[in-house]
């Protein structure tokens, strides 16, 4: 099975990947080998840093700012972008955030309408586009499908039949059920 998940790359190189795919089952008709996309699902990553890699310190403050469209601003230490408009809803001072897989910890001190401020208690580097993990169940909150997966899907499918479809971060059975409904007929 070959496995791409849409949340490491773009459009563009997933589209490359695929056709490389494509090229290779060609090449071997006589094997037989799947295609599972995995989707960004409820995911939240911040948006490229400086030089790719910006260090933050403990007892820094950074604001999080979710009004950018999409992943719009360059990272740094003082304000990290995110690809969520809407998680600022949820969160509340003292509310733990993970980054990069817990690498770089934080706690929130003050929500705006923007996004957030917090205090970074265990630093280090932080590489673009690192997921942001929040906990008590407020990523439950967002739609279980990014709409980037949707225009993701809907060019992929033109170009290849996807066999298995992965989604992170579902919580219960229902995530499953909009997910088919999402993808009508062709979600069978």
């Given at each position: 099975m070959a496995r791409i998940n849409l949340s490491h790359g773009s459009l563009k190189t997933n589209l490359k990947l695929i056709g490389k795919f494509k090229d290779a089952r060609r090449l071997r008709p006589h094997k037989q080998c799947a295609l599972m996309l995995e989707l960004r699902g409820r995911e939240i990553r911040i948006g490229k840093a400086i030089d790719g890699e910006v260090e933050v310190k403990s007892n820094s403050l950074i604001t999080l700012d979710c009004q950018s469209p999409g992943i719009g601003g360059v990272s740094d230490t003082k304000t990290f972008y995110a690809n969520c408009d809407i998680i600022q809803r949820y969160l509340k001072p003292n509310d733990v955030v993970y980054i990069d897989d817990?690498?770089?910890?934080?706690v929130v001190l003050e929500v705006t309408n923007e996004?957030?401020?917090?205090?970074?208690?265990?630093?280090?580097?932080?590489?673009?586009?690192?997921?942001?993990?929040?906990?008590?169940?407020k990523h439950q909150n967002l739609p279980i499908v990014h709409p980037k997966d949707i225009e993701d899907l809907t060019q992929i499918s033109k170009q290849i039949p996807i066999d298995f479809l992965s989604i992170p971060f579902t919580a219960k059975g229902e995530d499953i059920s909009k997910v088919r409904e999402m993808l009508g007929e062709t979600g069978k």
């Open positions: 817990g690498k770089v910890i934080g996004g957030c401020l917090f205090e970074v208690k265990v630093g280090g580097p932080v590489r673009s586009y690192s997921q942001l993990r929040f906990v008590g169940g």
